[in-house]
């Protein structure tokens, strides 16, 4: 069983960074690809980015392409998102989600955990 919880949210000005993370308490951590979506007030859930099973590969969404990293560890059991450079219009909950392909999706129904989200806040 895999059991997300994120952490890291909060509030940021503009072109401030913060760190996410998203931490496994199950044993089976590696063998799913993990992806960050976030979701603002009123819009449908985006991809923000994904990284394959290994770590080996990552793709970040156009939008956040240059500022933000994501980066897991699996002996942690944890992935991360790197967010630097933050705009007002990354203001938006989080989540982190874990699907079995070998290489990640950005489709959110190919997702098949989720953790609850972590709010993140970026003044103008």
């Known amino acids: 069983q895999v059991q997300l919880v994120e952490s890291g949210g909060g509030l940021v000005q503009a072109g401030g960074s913060l760190r996410l993370s998203c931490a496994d308490s199950?044993?089976?951590?590696?063998?799913?690809?993990m992806g960050w979506f976030r979701q603002a007030p009123g819009k449908d859930r985006e991809f923000v980015a994904r990284?394959?099973?290994?770590?080996?590969?990552?793709w970040p969404a156009d939008s956040v392409k240059g500022r933000f990293t994501i980066s897991r560890e699996n002996i942690k059991n944890t992935v991360y998102l790197q967010m630097n450079s933050l705009r007002p219009e990354d203001t938006a909950v989080y989540y982190c989600?874990?699907?079995?392909?070998?290489?990640?999706?950005?489709?959110?129904?190919?997702?098949?955990?989720w953790g609850k989200g972590t709010l993140v806040t970026v003044s103008s």
């Open positions: 990284i394959s099973r290994s770590g080996g590969s990552t």
């Open positions: 199950g044993r089976t951590f590696s063998s799913y690809a």
């Open positions: 989600a874990a699907d079995t392909s070998t290489y990640g999706s950005r489709r959110p129904d190919d997702m098949v955990y």
